[in-house]
Structure formats: structure tokens, C-alpha cells
């Protein structure tokens, strides 16, 4: 668009003006400027480059120059305050159309990840911002020891790694509720790992959590709570990975679908821990250390910062309070469920 003639009503008047204030040295009067202001709103808003209506108006400025035999620094005066008015309104449109496009695509986020569109009309709205809803699409969230919001120096970052490296692959990256996120297609699983990577170094630390590729218009939501339910889980039960996929921790959402059942497990199998003295927050340490060691008594000691024969000690008291053994293959998996279970629900600092 800045290659097109500039239209002679973007001008409108500015011979007028150059000739009144060369003849007379007066400055440009208060309507004049708004005059100006307007017009460069009206240049904006129908596309045309600042530039180029800058050197339309300069080029005009020469052109009426030998009809206007007064004071040239007047007649400078005067082009430098047209310009300048010109411009403040240009900008000025430029500005709200900025603010107009933010508030549009906030809108389309917000609805996309809560699903609260028409379904047809919301595809439709995905295109312009390159997202084709009938394809498959995952959602990576990554989550920072502060709160995020679009534009801040970290986002960007970020979307300038991407950028830099995938270009434009239908790629959107924004932010939601303080949290990073990208959505990629599908079948673009390097850009989710790429955005990770970028995140976790951005955030300095942060986690971030892949959810699973979900198709049809309303896979993006889908994958995004995928992705938050992930990083729920990994609070919930004290997870070191900076990187967490949903489909690698898929166990988890069907233990908890039945609540209620899995109190009653947790209740059953390790409530009997809660008579051991100090309370059974200590076994249920010893407990997850030693499944999460892979049943390896040394390293289990070697996290707890305990000796060998101390784990054992406590190891043999469950075994005496459940009446199953950790160590016991036949009694391992039940005990090991009930653990994960009481991770969840916030066992036995809560009550079931």
C-alpha cells in the first residue's frame, strides 16, 4: 500500500495554508491542526504508508512554493506543523487499530480455549490468526514462578525463538492466566518440544506440559486442559520434570476418575499409619521414596538421607501397622495405589 498514488484529499487545503502563512507569517490555527489530525486518521485507517504521505506532502510543499513569496521560515513552520499534525493523527489511528486487533484476538483466544463459540463461527475466526480448526492441534502450557502477559519480554522471547526457527507454520503463541502457551498442529510434535525447551530456559525453570494432539474444532480446548490438568498432577504429586506429557501420565486421571473409591482404598490400606507414633506422614515419605526408587531399598535410604538399616525398620513397621509388605510383590501394587491415591487427595494432611 505504500506505493500507491497518495489521493489528492489527504491534501486537502494545504496549498491554502502554506500560501496564507507565507503571505502573512501567521502560525497554523487551532481548526487547521485538527484538520490535519483528521485527515492523517483517514490516511491510516484507508492503508497508505506513512511514509510516502510524508513525501506527498514535502513534493506538495515544493510544488506551491513559487506561489508563495513570503517568509520561508514561515512557510517552513507551517509544513513542519502540517506534518506533524498529519502524523499525530496517523498514529493516533494506528494506535486504536493496534488496540482493536489485541482485543480481537483475546477475544478469539479466550474463546478457543473455553469453548464457548459457535464451533463453525470460530474456525472461520481461526484462519486469521493461521490456525485451520478441522486439522488436529496440541497445546503445550508452560508455567514460570511469576505470572505472564502478552508482550512482556518473556513471551516474546520466546515467540522469537519459535519464529526464528519454524517461521510461519501455522503456529500461535499467546498467554492465559500468567501462563506461556503454543499451539501447533498436530502432526508438529518438534514444535511443542522446541517451545518447551525455549520456556523452560525463559521462565528460568519453569514447568511446561504437552497436551495430547486432539482433533476437530474443539481439540485445541481439549488439549489445552489436557495440559493444565498435567501441571495440576505434577503439583500435586511433587514431579521433577521440567517437561510433562499428558499421554505419559494418563494412569493418573483414571485412578482419581472414581473418587470416592480411591478414598476408600487410601482409607483402608494406609490408615492404619496414622497410629504409628509421629503420625503417618513419615511412613508415607518412606513409602513413595522406595516405590519411586524402583524398590531399591539403598537409593530409597540415600533420598530420604537415611541408612539402610533405618529404611528397613520402617519398611517392616508398615508392614506390621497394613499388614502388607512394601517388599512383597503380591502386596507392592495395591500399596503402591494407594500411595499415588493419597498424593492426589492430599493424604493425610487432608481428610477423606
Known amino acids: 500500500m505504500t506505493d500507491r498514488e497518495i489521493p489528492e484529499q489527504y491534501l486537502e487545503g494545504y496549498a491554502r495554508i502554506l500560501a496564507e502563512v507565507s503571505a502573512t507569517g501567521r502560525r497554523l490555527t487551532r481548526d487547521e491542526i485538527a ?27 515544493r510544488a506551491a512554493w513559487p506561489h508563495a513569496p513570503g517568509s520561508a521560515d514561515s512557510t517552513l513552520a507551517a509544513v513542519q506543523q502540517v506534518v506533524d499534525a498529519f502524523a499525530e493523527g496517523y498514529e493516533r489511528a494506528q494506535r486504536l487499530a ?6 480481537s484476538r483475546r477475544e478469539f483466544i479466550d474463546d478457543l480455549l473455553y469453548g464457548r463459540s459457535d464451533l463453525g463461527r470460530l474456525a472461520e475466526r481461526a484462519e486469521r490468526f493461521g490456525l485451520r480448526l478441522s486439522h488436529a ?12 502477559e502478552e508482550g512482556a519480554p518473556v513471551p516474546r522471547q520466546v515467540e522469537r525463538a519459535l519464529i526464528s526457527r519454524f517461521g510461519d507454520r501455522s503456529i500461535l503463541l499467546t498467554t492465559k492466566d500468567g501462563r506461556l502457551l503454543c499451539i501447533a498442529p498436530g502432526h508438529q510434535e518438534e514444535v511443542l518440544t522446541y517451545f518447551a525447551k525455549q ?3 525463559a521462565t528460568d525453570g519453569g514447568r511446561v ?6 482433533p476437530g474444532p474443539g481439540g485445541v480446548v481439549h488439549s489445552y486442559e489436557e495440559a493444565l490438568n498435567t501441571l495440576e498432577l505434577a503439583d500435586r504429586l511433587a514431579l521433577d520434570d521440567p517437561v510433562l ?7 493418573y486421571p483414571v485412578l482419581t476418575r472414581d473418587r470416592q473409591a ?6 483402608s490400606a494406609l490408615g492404619p499409619l496414622t497410629t504409628a507414633r509421629g503420625g503417618a506422614q513419615p511412613l508415607m515419605d518412606t513409602l513413595t521414596a522406595y516405590f519411586d526408587s524402583g524398590c531399591v531399598a539403598a537409593e530409597a535410604a540415600r533420598r530420604l538421607t537415611l541408612s539402610v538399616r533405618a529404611l528397613t525398620y520402617r519398611l517392616e513397621r508398615i508392614h506390621k501397622l497394613t499388614g502388607a509388605n512394601p517388599a512383597d510383590p503380591a502386596h507392592r501394587y495395591m500399596l503402591q495405589t494407594a500411595v499415588i491415591g493419597a498424593r492426589l487427595l492430599d493424604w493425610p494432611a487432608k481428610d477423606l
Open 35 to 61: 484538520s490535519r489530525r483528521a485527515l492523517g486518521e483517514q490516511a491510516a485507517e484507508a492503508g497508505f504508508g506513512l511514509r510516502a504521505l510524508v513525501n506527498a506532502h514535502l513534493s506538495a510543499a
Open 199 to 201: 520456556a523452560y530456559a
Open 245 to 251: 506429557r499428558a499421554a505419559d501420565l494418563l494412569v
Open 209 to 214: 506440559a504437552i497436551g495430547r494432539a486432539q
Open 137 to 148: 492441534h496440541a497445546v503445550a502450557v508452560a508455567q514460570g514462578r511469576v505470572s505472564y
Open 98 to 103: 493496534v488496540r482493536q486487533e489485541e482485543a
Open 262 to 267: 480411591m478414598a476408600d482404598l487410601v482409607r
